[in-house]
């Protein structure tokens, strides 16, 4: 099982449709959550944390939580072609990939295309 | 606040020639920093963490012998591709992490490194 899965995509929705990104964890004990957004070519940019179960929104951008579920989404209201992307989910968890010690671990991605 | 930089942006060396590759905090202390690698298509993959003024540790898998890391203060890590072939050819991310931001990490913008 993956530290961390989200559906590669790639997700297309049109402009103005709000666009969903699942992502799930297997650290039952991760406390903090971030959505990273990587544009092609270019270095993640932290969009958004969240660290409590429940809902958090940043203008367009709301980061929904459940940890009893291992879940945590992002979803984008008002989709625009700027927002095409892949966007990252990365809890800061257990990595058995270096036995103890506790990290951002990187989910593979979803590739988000929002259509004019 | 969070600007991270590095140096340089691109860089095209001969194999077996070594490579330095400088990561800053401009506007904070970080106290971990982190070096990430990317391969075209594919998520981040932790190389190595460290400290300031502590030996860094590497994830499974990467030598450390051939990526060496030097966390001379806590605005410069360094990364040096020792002996690099055609497969190191990959986008080398940095990031930094301060206490002040709890598990927050804030990314360079990437070092393209193409070994010919």
């Known amino acids: 099982q993956k530290e961390v899965e989200q559906n590669s995509g790639p997700l297309s929705v049109p402009e103005g449709a709000i666009a969903s990104l699942n992502c799930t964890y297997s650290d039952r004990v991760s406390q903090s959550f971030f959505w990273y957004r990587q544009y092609s070519g270019k270095s993640p940019e932290l969009i958004m944390s969240i660290y409590s179960n429940g809902d958090k929104e940043d203008g367009r951008f709301t980061a929904q939580l459940n940890k009893a579920s291992q879940y945590v989404s992002l979803l984008i209201r008002d989709s625009q072609p700027s927002d095409s992307a892949t966007y990252l989910c990365?809890?800061?968890?257990?990595?058995?990939?270096?036995?103890?010690?506790?990290?951002?671990?990187f989910g593979s991605g979803t590739q988000l295309t929002v259509l004019p | 606040g969070a600007v991270v930089s590095q140096h340089p942006s691109r860089v095209i060396c001969k194999s077996g020639t070594s490579v330095k590759i400088e990561c800053r905090s401009l506007?904070?202390?970080?106290?971990?920093m982190f070096w990430y690698r990317q391969f075209p298509k594919q998520s981040l993959m932790l190389m190595a963490t460290s400290n300031e003024g502590s030996k860094a540790t590497y994830e499974q898998g990467v030598e450390k012998d051939k990526f060496l890391i030097n966390h001379a203060s806590l605005t410069l890590s360094t990364l040096t591709v020792t002996s690099a072939h055609p497969e190191d050819s990959s986008f080398y991310i940095c990031?930094?992490?301060?206490?002040?931001?709890?598990?927050?990490?804030?990314f360079g913008p990437g070092t393209r490194l193409t070994v010919t």
């Open positions: 990365a809890p800061f968890t257990l990595s058995y990939s270096s036995g103890s010690a506790r990290q951002l671990t």
């Open positions: 990031s930094a992490r301060a206490h002040k931001w709890g598990d927050e990490q804030y």
């Open positions: 506007d904070f202390q970080a106290t971990t």
